[in-house]
């Protein structure tokens, strides 16, 4: 007909991070081809929506840790320095039980590095991180306010050097010393 108009499917970026998880739990890793074919778009209108594959990864990667953070933080059964490393141990043990997750440090060892460990998938974490302690201070008073800024960092940045001890330095990673190291960060006033 002339001048009718091509109809055009709009997608969220929301909606782009939803089926990308979904994608990524059965592939570990995200295809970009085949996500928009996925999503019935073309694979210019998924970079106009999502910017860059980085992008997108660090989206899906937050999602999932998310969701794994909010699982552990329920299930703590602890107060204080030893609830907030229940909830550590809980996601670590969780996250690397993840085979689309391992598959992903394996076939993508530089992007997961850079995204995890310096992007900002790695903020995200600190400013869980900083929510997990506050909530443990309101209840048990254990740290400046003035400080938890930096505990929170550090904290995070003790916890990743096992858990990617691989990308950081090809080291098997040795969760019971980030727990000690984790546990004397806590026990410290900063």
């Given amino acids: 007909m002339p001048g ?3 109809s055009r499917r709009v997608v969220t970026r929301g909606h782009v991070v ?4 979904r994608f990524f739990l059965r592939h570990g ?6 996500l928009a074919q996925d999503l019935a778009v073309s694979r210019a209108t998924l970079y106009r929506v999502v910017g860059s594959r980085d992008a ?4 899906v990667l937050w999602d999932l840790a998310e969701h794994l953070l909010d699982r552990a933080r329920r ?5 204080g320095v030893d609830g907030v490393l229940e909830i550590t141990r809980y996601f670590v043990t969780a996250l690397r039980a993840s085979a689309p ?3 992903f440090l394996r076939a993508e060892p530089e992007t997961a590095r850079r995204l995890l460990t310096g992007g900002c ?3 995200r974490a600190v400013l869980a991180q900083r929510s997990i302690l506050l909530e443990a201070e309101e209840r048990d008073r254990l740290w400046s306010g003035s400080g938890i800024d930096d505990l929170a960092y550090l904290y995070v940045r003790v916890v990743e050097s096992a858990l990617y001890a691989e990308l950081l330095s090809s080291r098997r990673p040795d ?15 900063l």
């Fill in 29 to 34: 890793t995200v295809d970009m081809g085949a």
């Fill in 121 to 123: 998938v790695h903020r």
């Fill in 56 to 59: 997108l990864m660090a989206d």
């Fill in 75 to 79: 299930r703590r059964t602890r107060a």
């Fill in 175 to 189: 969760f019971a010393l980030a727990e000690r190291t984790a546990r004397a960060l806590l026990r410290q006033t």
């Fill in 18 to 21: 939803h089926r990308a998880c």
């Fill in 4 to 6: 009718a108009r091509a």
């Fill in 101 to 103: 997750f391992e598959a």
